[in-house]
């Protein structure tokens, strides 16, 4: 993967979050705020307006550009967590020309101990973690297994969509869905699911 793929893949989040925005507002409506569409959509949207005017020249300036404008321009806990992914992962990229699945994976790991750090999340907690951890773990055993690049996404992206199906059941102890107790159970929590659509357009973009 290149910058250009990266680029593709940052303006493929943007179009399916907008897409989608509104599910994530009904998702977050249920147990958060009611606007967790509406931030990470005004995020991205931004995001894109960034990379129009002048796109970084390498793969970790890109996704250190996309934290830092997602911290500036998303509101509620998604701005911060988010925004630590990705300049975690630009940190660990830097000037990588050519990102291999395994230098992803790395990359990716990484922006999950940034959000761990700042969100003291762990798995089971019905969070984004939920969905990002098990995305992850599906691509380091596909690395491991030597498959090819389009096949170790596609299944990590389908751990992310598992993952995040699988926190409607939980209960949640994070976040303001913590609050509910037992009334957060039945619900799919809406920073899971905007991560499945992250790593859905990964596999649009890797694919097409």
Known sequence: MNTACFAAWIEEIARTVHAEKD?????DAAIGDADHGANLDRGFTAVSRVLAAKQ????GAMLTMVGSTLIRNVGGASGPLYG???????RVLGDTPDVSIAQLCTALEAGLAGIQKLGAATE???T????LAPA??????SVQDGVKPEEAISAAAAAALAGAEATIPMLAHKGRASYLGPRSVGH???GAAS??????????????
Do not use: N, Y
């Open 188 to 190: 799919e929590d809406p």
């Open 56 to 59: 970084p020249e390498t793969t």
């Open 195 to 208: 991560t499945a659509l992250i790593f859905a357009a990964l596999h649009a973009v890797t694919t097409r």
């Open 84 to 90: 630590m992914a990705f300049r975690q992962m630009g």
């Open 124 to 126: 089971g907690d019905k």
């Open 23 to 27: 599910r994530l507002t009904r998702l």
């Open 136 to 141: 992850i773990q599906a691509l380091a055993q």
């Open 128 to 131: 984004l973690v939920d969905a």
